[in-house]
């Protein structure tokens, strides 16, 4: 028995849906899926709304905006089974046996992480920074994944016990986009839940232009810094802050970087900057925040 939670947000679902409740239908297990809009336009609710129709299916349009993190917490409150596989809006199930691999696992660990995968074919270059970041920093394969099983450990394709996760919520005290799925993986780490990653990726279906993906990031970096200052939380970028820190190079860096910051920037939008000049951008972002909230 499990749930497939998806929270909508401005997306057309359908393709989505009707594939997993095809694999469920196929699988023969007892199942529920269920969609909660959060608020998206007109246009999107109309689209999406014919998908409760389908047996097992239900569908549910917030009055509001709730955010990322307090509508995955409803869903999970709300659901009926004791496994729940929560799953982004903006994916697609590539493998005919997606739902039956979390079916295969569930019984292996508290937590399984599926994986996520990019699109192989290159997009226009105005995509082209997130495209790039996801496939050489997100769409890792599983092995590698399991090295760092608590940091590798994303929130847009997973299965967790029920139980679990109602000890541990998404922290709805975070704003907008950004890193509440490392503060759960950090939840998890501190209670020692076992978290098995496995070769079941998700499709990223929704990748941002550049400007956009930029625009976010610089709203994860800040909710990093407040979450950093507060003792919750640990990232690869916090360490490697650290590390600077105590070698006495952040003022250098920090000088370097302003200098060809406004280059660094117009490339990136341009989506002709490399992988370590974006991670030099995020790095200059936090180092800003840190100073600013001192």
């Given amino acids: 028995m499990i749930s497939f ?20 239908e196929a699988s023969g297990v007892a199942f529920e899926i269920l969609l909660y809009d959060d608020f998206s336009t007109a246009e999107y609710r109309s689209v999406n709304q014919n998908l409760s129709q389908l047996i097992g299916v239900s569908y549910m349009e917030m009055s509001k905006n709730f955010g990322r993190s307090r509508i995955r917490n409803w869903l ?18 590539e493998k005919d046996d997606f739902v039956q691999k979390y079916l295969d696992a569930m019984h292996q660990a508290d937590v399984v992480y599926g994986g ?16 790039n970041y996801g496939r050489r920093v997100e769409a890792k394969p599983f092995n590698d994944r399991q090295k760092m099983p608590y940091r590798s450990f994303r929130s847009n394709n997973f299965m967790i016990r029920k139980s679990v996760f109602l000890k541990h919520l998404f922290d709805d005290s975070i704003e907008g986009y950004g890193y509440e799925d490392n503060a759960l993986g950090e939840s998890l780490r501190a209670q020692q839940y076992s978290i098995l990653h496995i070769d ?51 003022s250098l860096f ?15 939008i341009q989506g002709r900057g490399s ?13 800003h925040g840190m100073k600013q909230e001192s």
């Fill in 254 to 268: 920090e000088k370097y970087s302003n200098t060809f910051a406004r280059h660094r920037k117009t490339k990136l």
């Fill in 5 to 24: 939670l998806i929270p909508i947000y401005n997306r057309d679902v359908n393709r989505f849906v009707n594939t997993l409740f095809e694999q469920c």
């Fill in 116 to 131: 996520t995968s990019y699109q192989k074919s290159t997009p226009d270059l105005s995509y082209r920074l997130h495209w």
């Fill in 200 to 250: 079941n990726p998700l499709l990223h279906d929704g990748i941002e232009t550049n400007e956009r993906f930029m625009l976010k990031t610089e709203e994860a970096i800040r909710n990093l810094v407040g979450q950093y200052k507060d003792g919750q939380l640990r990232t690869r970028l916090t360490d490697q802050y650290e590390r600077w820190k105590d070698l006495g190079i952040l």
């Fill in 76 to 93: 999970g409150k709300n659901a009926r089974y004791e496994h729940l596989v929560f799953m982004d809006c903006d994916s697609m199930i």
């Fill in 275 to 287: 992988i370590l000049s974006f991670q030099l951008y995020k790095m200059q972002l936090f180092i």
